[in-house]
């Protein structure tokens, strides 16, 4: 290292020091009660990475990764860096266990002589390095398109100048590259860095989900794309630098034959001055480039509908036109609870968005005097139909002998116990439940207090299958907001679930097995299994009195049963969730690496109980 080299980095050192002085940049505030989601507690994250570590080191779960194969081209675009973030971004590249690589690197016209002379070092002291430059500024999307063309690997990886990759990060693309001969776009989990290189803030993503891309860039970092599809596509569009990444994300994940997850932090994405990382605000232009990328893939994917803001900086819902004039039967069994049906019956009316064709009640076996009075009530109600279910309760029969009697598009399954609470939730409803990817569509239930009810439903959570977020406070957000963006999900809730009439019918309804519980979740694996989506609105918001007017008598028998049908799928981690965060509460906590263990002695306790 040469005398100034040297006192640069004395100096950075130093700022780095200085910089610890004041309070640390990322949370060590005690977590909330309700729960810390993975991202929350940063000391925890630390806590957990040392647990991994450990396992590691002692051979548990370890992947055997290759260290030759395809070759990758790592492209970063260089603009102004420090240059210790930059050598240390080169350096955790020159570091991978993976070694067939190459990297190309593109200098966008900064103009400093001493980044140029850094560059041509690197270069000189690997030969799998290239350098390039632009010969003034033209943008990130120019630079990064001159450093694609004189890559010449299968997969090309991205990278910013200031980032690092994990140690086996490309060990684990290649991995993928070499077992699965379809992929064309793979991404990663990753985190944060803050200012003292400290992580946090770890990004643990589902799979694929094409709802969620368009609500946001979830894809991230890191991303490697087929070369050949990225050529395809014509690479990076100036016009939407700032977001550039996201736009590309869009245009290739839509002609890529299959999109793949590897859930592991594997990039770790730096927290520096002005970045978007440290601050969502920092680049205004980025969020209007990417509010436009969205609506570009809109138009693109033939979507008919309009591109509105989402709930936070960054994200955005896609609102559908619906076509046509498909029907609507709600289908509601009750049981006495007089009063519970009839507050329902008039949230409906309220504000739905959308025309309800009819409503069809199914009385099973009510005895109250009120309840026959809002019978006769009920009979003389324009588009409301009245059915007699006697005999025990069973939801599934009940709801399957209804749909029976109807010819609408579309069958809307609803709790008696529920109240809509916001305007045009059937619209929001019908506009997903239309397509024909589509099988289900839950809502967003609260409970009367204002604390989430159902967000979606993992499979696993809580041994069997539980609602993701259930009980997290009024003004809480879920984490990474997976609560309030439209996203697929493994089931929703029948409480409040709108299928289209021929897909229930495909399907052959609920099954009849399962009279109290576990019918929905079942259906809507069932779903999974016949290629067909199953979709959370946030935009659709209801009030659930959970269980008010039915209790959870054969409860025990339908989990059991619904153990015993499903126990190989709920072992296998759910593909809308992700493997490293806990399966024992709601908030998406850090899996420590004891918790298989616990989950299943407990799964197995809940078979073996009488």
Request: hydrophobic fraction near 40%; glycine fraction near 8%; charged fraction near 20%.
């Amino acid at each position: 290292m040469v005398e100034g080299e040297l006192v640069a980095a004395l100096g950075w050192m130093s700022d780095k020091f200085t910089e610890s002085a004041p309070l640390p940049a990322v949370s060590t505030k005690v977590p909330d009660p309700w729960g810390p989601h993975a991202a929350l507690f940063a000391p925890a994250y630390w806590h957990w990475i040392h647990l991994h570590n450990q396992q590691r080191a002692e051979g548990v779960d370890v992947q055997q990764l290759p260290t030759d194969g395809p070759l990758l081209s790592v492209v970063v675009p260089v603009y102004r860096p420090s240059l210790w973030y930059f050598r240390e971004c080169v350096q955790s590249v020159i570091d991978q266990t993976y070694q067939h690589w190459e990297l190309c690197l593109c200098d966008d016209g900064s103009g400093d002589p001493e980044l140029t002379a850094a560059m041509e070092d690197m270069a000189a002291g690997d030969a799998r390095i290239k350098v390039m430059a632009l010969e003034q500024n033209g943008g990130i999307s120019r630079a990064t398109n001159k450093a694609l063309a004189a890559a010449t690997g299968e997969f090309i990886v991205l990278l910013d100048h200031d980032d690092l990759l994990d140690l086996e990060a490309l060990a684990e693309i290649a991995a993928v590259v070499l077992t699965e001969a379809d992929a064309d776009v793979i991404y990663s989990d990753e985190d944060k860095l803050d200012e003292l290189d400290r992580p946090c803030q770890p990004h643990f993503k589902p799979d694929w989900d094409p709802d969620m891309l368009l609500s946001f860039p979830y894809l991230g970092h890191v991303t490697a794309i087929r070369h050949e599809l990225l050529q395809r596509i014509g690479g990076f569009r100036p016009e939407f630098d700032g977001s550039q990444d996201f736009d590309l994300m869009l245009r290739a994940t839509e002609q890529a034959r299959r999109v793949v997850h590897i859930p592991r932090v594997l990039y770790h994405w730096r927290v520096v001055a002005g970045s978007a990382a440290g601050d969502s605000d920092a680049k205004p232009w980025a969020h209007l480039a990417s509010r436009r990328a969205v609506e570009d893939a809109v138009i693109r994917q033939g979507i008919n509908g309009a591109v509105d803001g989402g709930p936070f900086q960054g994200a955005y819902h896609v609102r559908r036109r619906i076509e046509g004039s498909p029907t609507v039967s709600i289908i509601m069994p009750f049981r006495d609870q007089a009063a519970l049906t009839v507050a329902c019956l008039a949230s409906l009316e309220v504000a739905p968005g959308y025309p309800i064709t009819e409503v069809v009640l199914i009385d099973n076996g009510s005895t109250e005097p009120e309840t026959r009075a809002l019978r006769r009530q009920l009979e003389a109600r324009p588009a409301t139909r009245v059915l007699e279910y006697p005999g025990p309760f069973n939801w599934s029969a009940i709801n399957n002998m209804a749909a029976k009697t109807c010819d609408t598009d579309m069958l809307l399954f609803l709790n008696n116990d529920i109240e809509a609470s916001s305007e045009g939730w059937l619209h929001a409803l019908v506009e997903l439940g239309q397509r024909s990817d589509v099988g289900a569509v839950g809502a967003r239930l609260l409970y009367p207090d204002g604390a989430l009810q159902h967000a979606g439903v993992v499979l696993g959570l809580g041994g069997v299958a539980g609602h993701l977020f259930a009980g997290m406070p009024p003004g809480d957000m879920g984490y990474f907001g997976w609560d309030l963006i439209v996203r697929e999900y493994s089931a929703v809730t029948a409480a409040c679930m709108l299928v289209r009439r021929e897909v229930f019918e495909e399907l052959d309804g609920f099954d009849e097995t399962f009279a109290v519980g576990f019918n929905d979740v079942d259906f809507c694996i069932r779903l999974g299994r016949a290629g067909y989506r199953v979709l959370y609105t946030p935009h659709a918001k209801l009030i659930h009195y959970e269980s008010v007017s039915r209790g959870l008598s054969g409860y025990q028998h339908d989990y059991q049963q619904f153990l015993a049908r499903w126990i190989g799928v709920l072992r296998m981690d759910d593909p809308f969730y992700n493997r490293n965060l806990g399966r024992l509460d709601p908030y998406c906590p850090l899996r420590p690496p004891d918790e298989d263990e616990r989950w299943l002695s407990l799964v197995g306790g809940l078979m073996e109980t009488a």
